[in-house]
């Protein structure tokens, strides 16, 4: 299938697929969406429901000897945009990240290096973390920062079988539209047996299909104002 890195509303790049019209990314800003759907809606959300990003134990004002680790699966590691904001978000809060990226149809290496990602965040130190990351050996836990540490997975989403492991997930997959089977209840139990008791879940999507086939398999689902150029996302919490 033919694909193409063009430029989003936001200035950043992302990866277009002609034949579906759709993109890796929102067109509106693919460094925009990533911001608002998995770290603000996702990752700080978590870390403030569960006070796991503060290294003060609340109770007694007392500095922990060792964080909560984070531990992140997310469907659709494609450009690295979602993991590499992770890893900047996880230095700056000074969390520990443990990060799993699933993905079927990996990212070519011609095409990474159209992508802007370190640029247009103002990370050009790390420019050869980003492309690190993309060739790290699937299968395989890598550490990146003291912060994080990444694991690449070469699979189809339906061959998840996790059970109990994952604090958050980002939901990242090809729309509905166009990959329907990836919106089901069938791949939504997967993804709440993959997560922990109280784990979340955060996609950019909010098609009341997608809502009811979470809430079937358990989750509580939530509405929320969606990135720019997108009315709405979800948020489930298992």
């Given at each position: 299938m033919e694909r193409e890195v063009v430029i989003t509303g936001d200035g950043s790049s992302t990866i277009?697929?002609?034949?579906?019209?759709?993109?890796?990314?929102?067109?509106?800003?693919?460094i925009?969406?990533?911001?608002?759907v998995f770290v603000k809606h996702g990752l700080h959300h978590f870390c403030e429901k569960t006070n796991s990003c503060s290294n003060?134990?609340?109770?007694?004002?007392?500095?922990?000897?060792?964080?909560?680790?984070?531990?992140?699966?997310?469907i659709?590691?494609?450009?690295?945009?979602?993991?590499f904001i992770t890893l900047l978000e996880s230095e700056k809060l000074g969390i520990e990240i443990n990060y799993t990226g699933v993905e079927g149809y990996p990212v070519v290496s011609n095409e990474i290096l159209q992508l802007n990602y370190p640029k247009q965040l103002k990370a050009e130190e790390k420019e050869s973390l980003f492309k690190r990351m993309h060739d790290f050996s699937w299968d395989e836990k890598h550490s990146v920062l003291n912060t994080f540490s990444l694991t690449k997975q070469k699979k189809f989403f339906s061959e998840i079988t996790d059970k109990n492991l994952?604090?958050?997930?980002?939901?990242?997959?090809?729309g509905a539209r166009v990959q329907p089977e990836l919106w089901t209840e069938t791949i939504f139990l997967k993804m709440y047996d993959a997560l922990k008791q109280n784990g979340v879940l955060v996609t950019y999507a909010a098609k009341g299909s997608v809502r009811r086939a979470m809430q079937t398999v358990g989750f509580m689902v939530e509405k929320l104002p969606g990135p720019p150029g997108k009315r709405e996302m979800l948020r489930a919490t298992k």
């Open positions: 277009h697929l002609p034949e579906w019209d759709e993109q890796y990314h929102s067109k509106h800003g693919a925009q969406e990533a911001y608002h003060v134990t609340p109770s007694t004002g007392k500095v922990k000897e060792v964080k909560e680790q984070i531990a992140i699966l997310e659709g590691f494609g450009t690295g945009l979602n993991a994952y604090n958050l997930i980002y939901f990242d997959a090809f």
